[in-house]
């Protein structure tokens, strides 16, 4: 027959043996708990611009629609100078800072210090060219994280007030996955310049 001795330890090893399965357990909750409530803010989702129409869109997953967008946004802000070029440009290329590469930034910095006189006293706009709307044929990925995108507009610039520009252009677009802080650059993309040839004249669309 057992010493009442005998029985208390036993019982006591028992007690500690759950209680080390207890804080283990309540060790991996914590663990868990902590990965759900991150889970939200550790996936991006890139929601396409035209809700009108049902899309499944991954988390990750950046629709072609929404690189198209950005493109627009990107380009009509770069060359939008409505009162002289000289100045606005500038501003523009600073403005979109986040929103261009490195190298792009450069090369556009460095066409308009060596083109300066072709930007003073003039004003640019692009202006929208039959219907503007998303097709699939306007954005080509090149890469995972890589595009092409062709975007058509009606270039218009007048110099002192006169209109010396007003044709159809047409700006072959490389954009680029660019995962910088999201305050800083919200659409997680950036403008890589132009693919070559570059921006060229096109035919104005036929008349209906």
């Given at each position: 027959?057992?010493?009442?001795?005998?029985?208390?330890?036993?019982?006591?090893?028992?007690?500690?043996?759950?209680?080390?399965?207890?804080?283990?357990?309540?060790?991996?909750?914590?663990?868990?708990?902590?990965?759900?409530?991150?889970?939200?803010?550790?996936?991006?989702?890139?929601?396409?611009?035209?809700?009108?129409?049902?899309?499944?869109?991954?988390?990750?997953e950046?629709?072609?629609?929404?690189?198209?967008?950005?493109?627009?946004?990107?380009?009509?802000?770069?060359?939008?100078?409505?009162?002289?070029?000289?100045?606005?440009?500038?501003?523009?290329?600073?403005?979109?800072?986040?929103?261009?590469?490195?190298?792009?930034?450069?090369?556009?910095?460095?066409?308009?210090?060596?083109?300066?006189?072709?930007?003073?006293?003039?004003?640019?706009r692009?202006?929208p060219?039959?219907?503007?709307?998303?097709?699939?044929?306007?954005?080509?990925?090149?890469?995972?994280?890589?595009?092409?995108v062709?975007?058509?507009?009606?270039?218009?610039?007048?110099?002192?007030?006169?209109?010396?520009?007003r044709?159809?252009?047409?700006?072959?677009?490389?954009?680029?996955h660019?995962?910088?802080?999201i305050e800083?650059?919200?659409?997680?993309?950036?403008?890589?310049?132009?693919?070559?040839?570059?921006?060229?004249?096109?035919?104005?669309?036929?008349?209906s």
């Open positions: 027959m057992p010493t009442p001795q005998t029985q208390n330890g036993a019982l006591q090893q028992e007690l500690r043996f759950r209680n080390r399965i207890i804080l283990l357990l309540g060790a991996l909750l914590g663990v868990f708990g902590a990965a759900y409530w991150r889970l939200p803010t550790l996936l991006s989702v890139y929601v396409p611009p035209d809700l009108s129409r049902p899309q499944t869109v991954a988390p990750g950046i629709p072609a629609s929404y690189v198209y967008a950005f493109s627009k946004i990107v380009l009509e802000t770069l060359n939008y100078c409505p009162q002289d070029c000289a100045r606005d440009y500038g501003g523009n290329l600073e403005a979109l800072r986040d929103y261009l590469t490195t190298t792009c930034l450069a090369d556009l910095q460095m066409h308009r210090e060596r083109n300066r006189s072709l930007y003073e006293f003039r004003t640019r692009l202006l060219m039959g219907d503007e709307i998303y097709a699939t044929e306007k954005v080509r990925r090149l890469d995972q994280k890589v595009w092409e062709t975007l058509d507009y009606v270039l218009e610039e007048h110099v002192k007030g006169v209109e010396t520009r044709n159809p252009y047409r700006y072959p677009l490389r954009v680029v660019y995962p910088v802080p800083a650059n919200p659409y997680q993309l950036a403008f890589d310049c132009y693919v070559p040839p570059g921006p060229r004249p096109i035919a104005p669309p036929a008349q």
